[in-house]
């Protein structure tokens, strides 16, 4: 059966805001600031337990999360020291017979800032299914949708190093990855222009479109 490799992303060291809302969604081992990731997404889903478990038997990773749906399956592999978690990526490569190069490219569906958010707005964000902090009213709110839904943690991971930005919802998961970070409006603009900067990155190694 043919394997597709959608996302894989090292994350050098998660930011302690992103580790923490990890942890909160984590069935597995909670990952902590400062840790290396590895983020998997493959189709179909059913994929991800032989490559989970090969990473697992070779190296020392732990892993934090495993996502399997029908058409996409996801983890999240993490250790303290780096290079475990590059040398996991390198097991889960071989296994597939694929390059890191061989990933999907990283598609922007949504890209938006909106400032000064209401009160009205706010407390809807708030009450839905969320993670992070709570959004306050008057900030200015960054979304971010991405395809392959796995490369949004590593925009998440990289607006969080560059702005002094709040951490709202993440949701790594199904067709579309989804951010949503707050901040003033200069904190905003960083973070977005962080997290698209990270994603050109990523997509200058990526040979499919």
């Not at 990773?61 to 592999?77: A, H, K, N, Y």
């Not at 919802?169 to 949503?180: E, K």
Request: hydrophobic share 45%; proline share 3%; charged share 20%.
């Amino acid at each position: 059966m043919k394997i597709s490799l959608r996302t894989f992303v090292f994350i050098d060291a998660l930011q302690p805001q992103l580790a923490s809302y990890l942890a909160t969604s984590s069935q597995g081992f909670l990952p902590v600031a400062g840790d290396a990731c590895l983020w998997v997404e493959v189709g179909p889903g059913m994929a991800v337990h032989s490559l989970s478990d090969a990473a697992l038997k070779k190296t020392n990773v732990r892993m934090g999360e495993q996502v399997v749906e029908r058409s996409f399956g996801s983890m999240e592999l993490h250790y303290r020291n780096q290079s475990e978690v590059l040398a996991a990526g390198g097991v889960i490569l071989q296994q597939l017979g694929a390059s890191e190069q061989s990933r999907l490219r990283c598609k922007v569906a949504w890209n938006e800032i909106i400032r000064a958010i209401t009160p009205d707005h706010a407390t809807l964000i708030n009450r839905q299914f969320r993670k992070g902090s709570m959004i306050l009213p008057g900030k200015s709110m960054f979304i971010l949708e991405v395809e392959p839904a796995g490369y949004i943690v590593y925009a998440a991971n990289e607006a969080e190093k560059a702005a002094q930005v709040t951490l709202v919802d993440v949701r790594p998961f199904g067709t579309f990855g989804r951010l949503t970070m707050m901040g003033n409006e200069a904190e905003a603009a960083e973070a977005q222009r962080a997290a698209i900067a990270a994603i050109e990155r990523l997509n200058q190694s990526a040979t499919h479109h």
